[in-house]
């Protein structure tokens, strides 16, 4: 009988790399034009350092409250490491956000982004920001209905947000790809050079589409 083998993040972390890197190349793209981000919510300092210890520095958490409980700590062992928001973000949490994080992936409402812009400005901060658009138009979900994404860019830029990119959540029962595409359309119809699209069931095939930005948890760090 085999050996139970326990689940390693570093190996797994490596096996996703190659496999990105072959989808880019695939896709005729240079592997280095896609960012891992590695995503650790749930997880502590015991499944995120070895993770450090190997190289990596992109890494992306869902709450406010769970990332300010792990991240400063480990942020003084690694200054050089990029904290992405990817979850929610609740108007009350804006202050702790953007002390917290380097970028957040989820504007997605007219009074995030003023929340935002205030507190860039009150900080003397600039994150990396992204429009979440809701491309399934699902009604439980968060994000900008798709329609109204060239308008809500707008409005952030009025604001004096740096809107990099898009960012997207498929429907869990329709084709990824098609919202990919559909993504990708937008955003090059908008002149907006990111893509944060793709996790750990899909992320070849976004990287295929373009993605700039690949969302990866449960593939590097194990099962929640």
């Known amino acids: 009988m085999t050996p139970f083998q326990p689940h390693s993040p570093v190996s797994a972390l490596a096996e996703v790399k190659a496999r990105i890197a072959a989808a880019a190349a695939e896709a005729g793209r240079n592997p280095a034009s896609v960012h891992l981000i590695a995503v650790s919510k749930t997880f502590g300092r015991e499944a995120i350092l070895p993770v450090l210890e ?13 990332a300010k409980a792990k991240w400063p700590e480990l942020r003084s062992l690694y200054p050089d490491l990029a904290l992405h928001l990817i979850g929610p973000l609740q108007s009350n949490k804006t202050r702790e956000a953007v002390e917290l994080f380097d970028a957040i992936h989820t504007v997605d409402r007219p009074k995030i982004a003023r929340a935002i812009a205030e507190e860039q400005q009150r900080q003397g901060k600039a994150l990396k920001l992204f429009i979440e658009v809701n491309t399934g138009e699902e009604p439980q979900k968060a994000g900008i209905p798709p329609k109204e994404t060239a308008a809500f860019l707008a409005d952030c830029r009025g604001l004096g947000l740096a809107i990099a990119g898009l960012m997207c959540i498929p ?54």
């Open 54 to 66: 190997a190289g990596h520095r992109l890494f992306g958490e869902n709450r406010v409250q769970e």
């Open 171 to 224: 429907p869990v029962e329709e084709e990824p790809a098609i919202h990919f595409a559909f993504l990708a359309k937008l955003a090059g119809d908008l002149g907006l050079p990111e893509l944060s699209m793709g996790m750990s069931s899909d992320y070849e095939t976004a990287v295929a589409f373009g993605a700039t930005s690949v969302r990866v948890g449960s593939a590097i760090f194990g099962a929640r």
